[in-house]
């Protein structure tokens, strides 16, 4: 098992390097966009990557309330964490896209709204996991979690049906894709995905060590041990 | 049922009378309700014709702030006294301290409400060109979607460092919908511009969504304090 | 093109937050393995 995950991560890296070379020189230019437009090859499967991991987050919250396993605990941490570095990928590049493109840095794009709503939820949680001095900090957790995921739905509609009275610019585009195009999305959405596969990995053995830790010291506090 | 009933109803009647008796807390939190009304005035000009436009987002913006204020004590009597301790102890079912607790803020905030919003009609020569009546179920609606998720917060952050700020950074991504509804509702029965039966009906769904997670999940939190 | 400027851009701030976030995976293990080094240490 140790040995997996190095060779994981140099796959990862080789995977990576591999994306990069197909989104800037193998994949064709976009007729109307150019070269700006290949941005989408990292905003969109960063994107995709973000809500797999918040959706694992939701799982593991719910097993945690219903289990009280401590290991779902870990996994719901780990996702929520991993999950907010790529979110804040999509909401980073996605203004950088639309600037050269659209002309403007924001819009109430539909995507893009939920995404940063999104990202303040699962800020919120994990300051909450950070400030929170109870010793049930992990229920508390979960229970947030829960109430985030109830209230995407709401946040989809209420922006879809704002936009259908306030019309705005669609950024990142809708329609049929250039199968082409489609072949490097999932490339680099392959790629991302082992990266996220990584990170919640280290993330994971970081947050055992860390418990360990914690439990090393309250055990020789309790022994009287001189620190 | 009625066990539920009735400890709801005293739980809430000793709230309102203490809160009564000792009406610093709830005189503060008008003073600053004016305050925010009148420092909004100041910074959006209520002449120009845009701030009649952003008049609904103004004023429910100043409603949030105050209900925030509100809300933010709303425990802390009960952490004073131990009181959340006997209540773990004893067999009352957790979700009717719950109701009476956000009924009570929903009262508070109402007051509060009732003070600035004819304030801002005043300050902002407001007029509902659609059809008024429908502020009410939208007031109502949205103050609930407010109070409910911040009752329900503030008993979360009870154990948290800066546990003031903490309920905000909780309550604000969580409430975008409902404030969203409340805005966009207002400002169209303000305009007379467009129906708000959209928005009303997506309050009403949120409200009740919120409304059953609380009450389903209050008595984890309450246990995990 | 100019807006080619802001491929790089998003390219180089993507890579620029993973590695910060690698950063800091790196930093708090060897934090967290020098802690347990020296409660082993004191405990022994």
Same mark, same amino acid.
Request: glycine share 4%.
């Given at each position: 098992?140790?040995?997996?995950?190095?060779?994981?991560?140099?796959v990862?890296?080789?995977?990576?390097a591999?994306a990069?070379?197909?989104?800037i020189?193998?994949?064709p230019?976009?007729?109307?966009?150019?070269?700006?437009?290949?941005?989408?090859?990292?905003?969109?499967?960063?994107?995709?990557?973000?809500?797999?991991?918040?959706?694992?987050?939701?799982?593991?919250?719910?097993?945690?309330l219903?289990?009280?396993?401590?290991?779902?605990?870990?996994?719901?941490?780990?996702?929520?964490?991993?999950?907010?570095?790529?979110c804040t990928?999509?909401?980073?590049?996605?203004?950088i896209?639309?600037?050269?493109v659209?002309?403007?840095?924001?819009?109430?794009?539909?995507?893009?709204?939920?995404?940063?709503?999104?990202?303040?939820?699962?800020?919120?949680?994990?300051?909450?996991?950070?400030?929170s001095?109870?010793?049930q900090?992990?229920?508390?957790?979960?229970?947030?979690?829960?109430?985030?995921?109830?209230?995407?739905?709401l946040?989809?509609?209420?922006?879809?049906?704002?936009?259908?009275?306030?019309?705005?610019?669609?950024?990142?585009?809708?329609?049929?894709?250039?199968p082409?195009?489609?072949?490097?999305?999932?490339?680099?959405?392959?790629?991302?995905?082992?990266?996220?596969l990584?990170?919640?990995?280290?993330?994971?053995?970081?947050?055992?060590?860390?418990?360990?830790?914690?439990?090393a010291e309250?055990?020789?506090?309790?022994?009287?041990?001189?620190? | 049922?009625?066990?539920?009933?009735?400890?709801?109803?005293?739980?809430?009647?000793?709230?309102?009378?203490?809160?009564?008796?000792?009406?610093?807390?709830?005189?503060?939190?008008?003073?600053?309700?004016?305050?925010?009304?009148?420092?909004?005035?100041?910074?959006?000009?209520?002449?120009?014709?845009?701030s009649?436009?952003?008049?609904g987002?103004?004023?429910?913006?100043?409603?949030?702030?105050?209900?925030?204020?509100?809300?933010?004590?709303t425990?802390?009597?009960?952490?004073?006294?131990?009181?959340?301790?006997a209540?773990?102890?004893?067999?009352?079912?957790?979700?009717?301290?719950?109701?009476?607790?956000?009924?009570?803020?929903?009262?508070?905030?109402?007051?509060?409400?009732?003070?600035m919003?004819?304030?801002?009609m005043?300050?902002?020569?407001?007029?509902?060109?659609?059809?008024?009546?429908?502020?009410?179920?939208?007031?109502?609606?949205?103050?609930?979607?407010?109070?409910?998720?911040?009752?329900?917060?503030?008993?979360?952050?009870?154990?948290?460092?800066?546990?003031?700020i903490?309920?905000p950074?909780?309550?604000?991504?969580?409430?975008?919908?409902?404030?969203?509804?409340?805005?966009?509702?207002?400002? $169209?029965?303000?305009?007379?511009?467009?129906?708000?039966?959209?928005? $009303?009906?997506?309050?009403?769904?949120?409200?009740?969504?919120?409304?059953?997670?609380?009450?389903?999940?209050?008595?984890?939190?309450?246990?995990?304090? | 093109?100019?807006?080619?400027?802001?491929?790089?851009?998003?390219?180089?701030?993507?890579?620029?937050?993973?590695?910060?976030y690698?950063?800091?995976?790196?930093?708090?293990?060897?934090?967290?393995?020098?802690?347990?080094?020296?409660?082993?240490?004191?405990?022994?």
């Open positions: 098992m140790k040995r997996a995950f190095p060779i994981l991560a140099v990862t890296a080789i995977l990576l591999y990069f070379y197909e989104a020189w193998v994949a230019m976009e007729r109307t966009m150019g070269d700006v437009q290949r941005i989408f090859y990292y905003h969109v499967p960063s994107a995709w990557t973000a809500f797999l991991l918040f959706f694992v987050n939701l799982v593991a919250s719910v097993i945690y219903v289990r009280r396993n401590p290991r779902a605990d870990a996994v719901a941490l780990v996702s929520a964490e991993v999950g907010v570095v790529f990928i999509v909401l980073v590049t996605g203004p896209w639309a600037r050269p659209w002309g403007i840095w924001w819009t109430w794009d539909i995507r893009l709204t939920t995404t940063l709503v999104l990202w303040l939820i699962y800020v919120s949680y994990l300051v909450l996991r950070r400030f001095e109870s010793s900090t992990p229920k508390l957790a979960a229970v947030l979690a829960i109430f985030g995921a109830l209230d995407v739905p946040v989809y509609f209420s922006i879809w049906f704002f936009r259908t009275q306030h019309p705005q610019p669609v950024i990142g585009g809708g329609g049929s894709i250039d082409r195009m489609l072949h490097v999305l999932l490339i680099n959405w392959l790629a991302f995905s082992c990266l996220a990584v990170f919640s990995w280290a993330r994971y053995r970081l947050e055992l060590l860390q418990r360990e830790v914690e439990e309250s055990l020789q506090s309790l022994r009287g041990v001189p620190q | 049922m009625s066990l539920m009933r009735s400890i709801t109803w005293a739980t809430l009647a000793k709230d309102i009378r203490l809160e009564w008796r000792s009406k610093d807390a709830l005189n503060s939190m008008l003073f600053f309700s004016l305050l925010v009304v009148v420092i909004f005035s100041f910074s959006f000009d209520p002449n120009a014709e845009e009649r436009e952003i008049a987002g103004l004023i429910w913006v100043a409603f949030l702030f105050a209900a925030v204020v509100a809300l933010n004590q425990w802390a009597r009960e952490l004073r006294n131990q009181v959340l301790d209540y773990r102890v004893s067999p009352a079912p957790a979700t009717a301290l719950f109701v009476a607790k956000a009924l009570g803020n929903f009262i508070l905030v109402s007051v509060l409400e009732a003070l919003a004819p304030l801002f005043i300050f902002y020569n407001l007029r509902a060109l659609g059809a008024a009546w429908q502020l009410i179920p939208v007031a109502i609606l949205g103050t609930w979607a407010l109070v409910v998720n911040g009752t329900f917060f503030a008993a979360m952050s009870l154990r948290t460092r800066s546990r003031e903490m309920l950074l909780l309550l604000f991504p969580i409430s975008i919908p409902a404030v969203q509804s409340m805005v966009e509702a207002t400002r $169209i029965i303000l305009s007379g511009d467009g129906a708000a039966r959209f928005w $009303i009906v997506l309050l009403l769904t949120y409200d009740m969504v919120f409304t059953t997670a609380c009450l389903a999940l209050f008595e984890t939190v309450l246990q995990a304090e | 093109m100019n807006s080619t400027e802001f491929l790089y851009a998003a390219y180089i701030a993507t890579w620029l937050i993973h590695g910060l690698i950063g800091m995976l790196v930093r708090r293990n060897s934090r967290l393995r020098q802690q347990m080094k020296d409660l082993n240490k004191s405990g022994k």
